[in-house]
């Protein structure tokens, strides 16, 4: 019977862990696509004043952080249930 609710909860763990995973998976490629996007644009931009390359690099370096809470904030969510 031990062995029975062990199994239980050793599955709820692990569908509560199925969005890391989601995540682990999902923002690697996510990433190498933002970096890439981030480049052909800086690459069209590039020399045109130093000030236009200032606040590109600062946007697209703070771009991220909005989409990055909101994952962290629906994983958090759910984990905390």
Known sequence: MLHFFSSIITLRFMVQRWRHLVVAIGLVP?????????LQIADLIADIHVLVDLVFYVVAGLAWIPVAGRVVGWLARHESR
């Open 30 to 38: 996510a990433l190498i696509l933002y970096v890439g996007a981030v």
